[in-house]
């Protein structure tokens, strides 16, 4: 019997045109209106502006990936059924957890713009960013960011993707630094992504506090599909659910090890739906005998 699960985009695959695949669904017009009113501005509007720096904002990107994986994923339920289980990554984990019946749509929407706020708050008058690296070993990482902390230099992994296709989250100094020494190893490919922070590190340590506090606060029933956790890489543990997801924002994202959880559960098919399609990409890399692809309304 097959087994599919659906997984959901973070941030990074933003870009002006987000929208576009669900924003003649019926559902779009009520999702976009919530969203709106968390941000104070008409989302639709200010993305079609194609303002690189808007493309860069930590709240009104993860709403806007938020609400094209929500609507997207409302359609692939009406063509294709629900899935077997989910998986979302960084800002994903909560579609993930809309998905699987945890909280309803307006609380995610107030749930991700108290997050990135909080993110925000946390790295205001810091200069931290994130540096992609392409082809080259795990391992050579994680000693230049040992080596940097010798020299007073702030830079951690922050997400494994897949084998050579990694992230690190510091400080604008020590990017500088690393792309300069990780050059002469010849990687296929070094990239100051278009993020407004250094996310999944332990610089937003005191935002995973204040937003543990926050969840405290909220009700978040059980999901009611199983879920794999970026924390972890392995299955969501709903009895610590509020715990995890604050933990969340300053861990690395482990998402080589959460498809490998879902490969190993008996998935045969990984469906991304949201915008972009680095997900998809990913999976090339884990597994070919397994079908990764992704979803878009109206779209063969």
């Given amino acids: 019997m097959s087994r599919t699960a659906v997984v959901f985009p973070g941030q990074g695959a933003q870009s002006a045109s987000m929208l576009d695949s669900v924003a003649r669904l019926p559902q779009y017009s009520a999702r976009h209106e919530v969203v709106c009113e968390a941000l104070g501005e008409n989302l639709e509007a200010r993305l079609a502006d194609g303002d690189p720096d808007y493309l860069r904002r930590n709240l009104p990107t993860s709403l806007a990936t938020v609400l094209a994986s929500v609507v997207a994923y409302e359609r692939y339920v009406d063509e294709c059924g629900p899935p077997s289980c989910l998986g979302g990554y960084s800002v994903g984990q909560w579609t993930a957890l809309y998905a699987a019946a ?43 960011c040992a080596e940097f902390a010798g020299r007073g230099l702030y830079l951690r992994p922050s997400t494994i993707n897949c084998p050579g296709q990694y992230s690190l989250s510091g400080t ?32 937003l340590a005191p935002a995973a506090r204040a937003f543990a506090e926050y969840l405290d606060t909220l009700t ?23 715990a995890t997801l604050a933990t969340h924002l300053h861990r690395p994202v482990l998402w080589e090890r959460c498809v490998r959880t879902l490969l190993e559960d008996g998935c045969t098919e990984v469906v991304e739906v949201g915008p972009g399609e680095l997900l998809t990409r990913f999976g090339f890399f884990l597994d070919r005998k397994v079908r990764f692809r992704c979803y878009r309304p109206g779209v063969p």
């Avoid at 609380?107 to 082809?135: H, P, S, W, Y």
């Fill in 102 to 144: 945890t909280l309803d749509f307006r609380t995610l929407v107030e749930v991700v713009t108290r997050r990135a706020k909080l993110m925000d708050a946390c790295l205001e008058n810091q200069n931290t960013g994130m540096l992609a690296v392409i082809g080259l070993p795990l391992r050579p990482l994680e000693a230049l």
């Fill in 172 to 203: 604008l100094e020590a990017i500088e630094q690393a792309l300069a020494e990780l050059a002469p190893l010849h990687p296929k490919r070094l990239l100051r992504l278009p993020l407004q922070g250094a996310w999944h590190c332990d610089l």
């Fill in 220 to 242: 978040l029933a059980m999901p009611n599909v199983p879920m794999v956790d970026n924390v972890t890489g392995t299955w969501l543990d709903a009895a610590a659910l509020r």
